[in-house]
């Protein structure tokens, strides 16, 4: 079966600082893999995916993420973290089926 | 648009009580999937559909049913509650289309608590 691994329940990182928010994953075939964000008491919102192409991907707010297959890595980044960018991220792949398989999260803590 | 709605946002259920979470979606969306999100555990794919009509199980389907009678809406039902069941359950939905990759839309999700 198709997983996502988030190795970093937290990551803590100064508001103006560069941002990395690690995930690996291990499929069975070509990888379809997706970075959603979730705010306090909300519902997830959808950053970016990879599909095909180009190994580095843009999505909203500023993110971005690199797909590395030699590592079987899609870290999330953003050059310059914003305190408002605290949330709880999730990565997750594509599984048979038409479905998502989440990892377990990441919990990003902006300080200013 | 609203996008995706759940109905209700908090419940609270003794032990054995019954209810229904309702889903509905205005995108006209093929797919729709009810999560569970525990802590620590990310989100777990109870039940899913592709289709008006038709139901799948997910990860974790046990103690839940679900019913997609019109492409629009999709309900969650928990027959007989138990503690186990205390989370937070979120609906999605997304685009149909052959060969789409495309991402899934959540509603705010319903805080369930039973004692």
């Known amino acids: 079966a198709q997983s996502v691994a988030q190795p970093e329940d937290q990551v803590n990182v100064a508001e103006g600082n560069p941002l990395t928010v690690k995930c690996t994953y291990s499929?069975?075939?070509?990888?379809?893999l997706f970075w959603y964000v979730q705010y306090p008491n909300r519902g997830l919102q959808f950053l970016l995916k990879?599909?095909?192409?180009?190994?580095l991907v843009k999505g909203s707010y500023g993110f971005e993420a690199e797909f590395n297959k030699s590592q079987t890595s899609f870290h999330l980044k953003k050059p310059s973290a914003l305190v408002s960018d605290s949330a709880l991220y999730f990565c997750?792949?594509?599984?048979?089926?038409?479905?998502?398989?989440f990892g377990a999260g990441t919990i990003l803590r902006v300080k200013s | 648009n609203a996008g995706v709605t759940q109905t209700p946002k908090f419940r609270v259920l003794k032990t054995g009580q019954s209810m229904t979470l309702l889903c509905a979606q205005d995108?006209?969306?093929?797919?729709m999937y009810w999560y569970r999100q525990d802590p620590g555990m990310g989100l777990r794919l109870i039940h899913y559909?592709?289709?008006?009509?038709?139901?799948a199980k997910g990860e974790v389907p046990d103690g839940y049913n679900v019913s997609r009678l019109k492409k629009q809406n999709f309900l969650l039902g928990l027959e007989s509650a138990a503690p186990s069941q205390t989370s937070v359950y979120f609906c999605?939905?997304?685009?149909?289309?052959?060969?789409?990759?495309?991402?899934?839309?959540f509603g705010p999700g319903t805080r369930l608590t039973v004692l």
């Open positions: 997750a792949v594509r599984d048979y089926g038409n479905k998502l398989v």
């Open positions: 999605a939905s997304r685009d149909g289309l052959a060969g789409s990759n495309n991402e899934q839309f």
């Open positions: 559909s592709v289709g008006e009509g038709t139901t």
């Open positions: 499929v069975s075939g070509n990888p379809y």
């Open positions: 990879y599909i095909t192409g180009d190994n």
């Open positions: 995108m006209n969306h093929e797919y």
